[in-house]
T-cell receptor, first 114, second 118 residues
Framework: DGGITQSPKYLFRKEGQNVTLSCEQNLNHDAMYWYRQDPGQGLRLIYYSQIVNDFQKGDIAEGYSVSREKKESFPLTVTSAQKNPTAFYLC?????????????FGEGSRLTVL | AQKITQTQPGMFVQEKEAVTLDCTYDTSDPSYGLFWYKQPSSGEMIFLIYQGSYDQQNATEGRYSLNFQKARKSANLVISASQLGDSAMYFCAMREGVGETSGSRLTFGEGTQLTVNP
C-alpha cells in the first residue's frame, strides 16, 4: 500500500548524541516536510524539500539537518545542538498540481532525550 | 503575529449532536487554502477538508463542513451527528499562495481537543 513510513516510532537518546529519523514515501510525491509537535501544541515546520537535492529551512531549523538525495526519502538528523529535542516528529509529503494539495502524514516518531 | 488562531483549547459535545470548532486566520495574500486535520491519540494526522480562497461554496465532506466567512477571515469546522470516534485533536491550517511549488508551507493552529460524550 502507498504511504509514508517513519522509523523508529519511539527513540531514546542521551544528551549530546545525534540521532537520525527516517522518512520514506512511495506515493511519488514531489515535496516532503518535517514538523515538530510539542505536547498540547500545534505543528511547527522544521525543514521542507520541493525537489531532490534541494531543501529550505522552516521556522525552527536550528539544531536540525536534512538531506534529499532521493525523491522518496527525507531523513531528519536531530543534532546535539538542538537544545530541547524531546518531541513528536511528523513527516509529510505532498504532490503538486492536486486540487487541494493537502499534506499526507506518516505516523510520527517520538523522541525522548534522557 | 499568529497566522492561524484556534481559541477553543477544549470542546465537549454529546453523541449525535453537531459541534463547531473555530478557526480564524490572517493573511494578506489573496490566494490561499485552508485545511482541517484530525489527530487521534495515536498521533497520525488525518486530512478532513479543504477550502480554497476563491471557492464560492463552503466545502463539505460527509459529516464535515467548513463554514467559510472570507470577510471575517474565519474557517470554522462543523461536525454533524458527532460520534465517539470523533474524539481527537483538531487542527486548522493555512497555505498561502497558489501554483505548483508556491505555497508549499502549511501553517498550523494550536488545535482544539474535542471530546464526544456518550
Amino acid at each position: 500500500d502507498g504511504g509514508i513510513t517513519q522509523s523508529p516510532k519511539y527513540l531514546f537518546r542521551k544528551e549530546g548524541q545525534n540521532v537520525t529519523l527516517s522518512c520514506e514515501q512511495n506515493l511519488n510525491h514531489d515535496a516532503m516536510y518535517w514538523y515538530r509537535q510539542d505536547p498540547g501544541q500545534g505543528l511547527r515546520l522544521i525543514y521542507y524539500s520541493q525537489i531532490v537535492n534541494d531543501f529550505q529551512k522552516g521556522d525552527i531549523a536550528e539544531g536540525y539537518s536534512v538531506s534529499r538525495e532521493k525523491k522518496e526519502s527525507f531523513p531528519l538528523t536531530v543534532t546535539s545542538a538542538q537544545k530541547n529535542p524531546t518531541a513528536f516528529y511528523l513527516c509529510a509529503s505532498r504532490i503538486f498540481g492536486g486540487p487541494a494539495g493537502e499534506l499526507f502524514f506518516g505516523e510520527g516518531s517520538r523522541l525522548t532525550v534522557l | 503575529a499568529q497566522k492561524i488562531t484556534q481559541t477553543q483549547p477544549g470542546m465537549f459535545v454529546q453523541e449525535k449532536e453537531a459541534v463547531t470548532l473555530d478557526c480564524t486566520y490572517d493573511t494578506s495574500d489573496p490566494s490561499y487554502g485552508l485545511f482541517w486535520y484530525k489527530q487521534p491519540s495515536s498521533g497520525e494526522m488525518i486530512f478532513l477538508i479543504y477550502q480554497g480562497s476563491y471557492d464560492q461554496q463552503n466545502a463539505t465532506e460527509g459529516r464535515y463542513s467548513l463554514n467559510f466567512q472570507k470577510a471575517r477571515k474565519s474557517a470554522n469546522l462543523v461536525i454533524s451527528a458527532s460520534q465517539l470516534g470523533d474524539s481527537a485533536m483538531y487542527f486548522c491550517a493555512m497555505r498561502e499562495g497558489v501554483g505548483e511549488t508556491s505555497g508549499s508551507r502549511l501553517t498550523f493552529g494550536e488545535g482544539t481537543q474535542l471530546t464526544v460524550n456518550p
